[in-house]
């Protein structure tokens, strides 16, 4: 483990093994059916007597299960360890969070690098394509594993943000509340070619092996980084980019005339990448990237969204953060407009912020304050007992 330079949360450390075999087959949105399906997952804090403090925590497109804590692979934090932890803004003294890696995902969870148990070698591109649905519907069997039949409240951004809509969505009598946050009911054209423009990278680099790289002990570094690399810029904003970098020069006091980093961004997106190959399977990428374009609540509901939340019972609250052009305030919008028109309970919060879509990981006190006023407000509605202060007063 490496040395950590920010407080962590008191969590204990994470178990690798955490995991359950469903027990029956998943029929996927497909068409196909995948048996002995892995879900790989964490859970934080301690479930209460009447099991009316379950939180489910969906994670974005490059998380994992290892909500808060240190993660025990990379030694870093945990992707929300700022939100979520004794006393924080979802306080494991009084809630029990589970978090999944979703389907398809490469942190134990059933996806492209496990062992297809048909052929006994790993799945690549055998692997059927799964989608947000599926991925939900894999965490509620988990839940049925943990003999939870409802759930407070469904939380997460960018990709867990589509996730828990879709919990919403397919299971409304499941779940007392949701939080969407900096997330959207269907990916834009843009968002889809951005995707795309990762995946061809992916395939072209030689050692990808047309997926076959880990049957022929190979990594598609220089692909898969490059993936990474033209995401991570649309997850910040220009403002951003400009206030941290600029176009300062690295470890240098004139331009090379060359094609090394000169530029102190350039230094950094290089090693955004290439940190990412390390702890991500590329495979996995190309098909959590696909699941993301293929979400559209509208279409699967005659093209009108507010025909996928009539008559829903679910609390929403809607997050977005002025900065973000990923997934900009307009598509949050357009999830209250179709709530509102249904009398759905629906509130919504734009954040200010100049931090662009990664917003929803980083330190925003009024995103927090948002979140936590939801979240225990929700939690006294549903009779969620409050946490016992520990401590001198």
Known sequence: MTSLTTPLSDAPAPDLDARMVLPEPLTLQSGEVLSSVTVAYQTYGTLNADKS????????LTGDQYVCGVHPLTGKRGWWDDLVGPGKVIDTN???IVCANVLGGCMGSTGPKEINPATGRPWGLRFPVITIRDMVAAQVKLLDHLGIEKVLCVIGGSMGA????????????????????????RHSAQNIAFHEVGRQAIMADPDWAHGNYLEENKVPKRGLAVARMAAHITYLSETALHRKFGR????????????????????????????????????SYLYITRAMDYFDLASE???????????SPVRFCLISFTSD???????????????????????????ESDKGHDAFLLDEPDFHQTLRGFIDGCADVYGVPRAIKTGAP
């Not at 331009?255 to 290089?270: C, H, I, K, M």
């Not at 509901?301 to 008559?311: D, E, I, M, R």
């Not at 900009?328 to 954040?351: D, G, K, Q």
């Open 325 to 351: 052009w990923l997934f900009p305030t307009s598509e949050s919008r357009a999830i209250v407009h179709a709530l509102n028109a249904v009398a759905a309970n629906v509130s919504f919060v734009e954040i």
């Open 53 to 60: 403090n379950v939180i489910v925590a969906c994670h974005a």
């Open 301 to 311: 509901n005659s093209g009108v969204l507010s025909n996928a939340f009539k008559g």
């Open 248 to 283: 300062r020069l690295q470890d240098r006091a004139s331009l090379t005339y060359g094609f090394d980093a000169d530029f102190q961004v350039e230094s950094y997106l290089r090693h955004q990448g290439y940190t990412f190959v390390d702890r991500f399977d590329a495979n």
């Open 162 to 185: 589509m996730q828990a809509l879709e919990w919403a969505h397919r299971y409304p009598n499941r779940v007392f509340a949701v939080a969407p946050i900096a997330g959207s009911y």
């Open 94 to 96: 009084r809630y029990f």
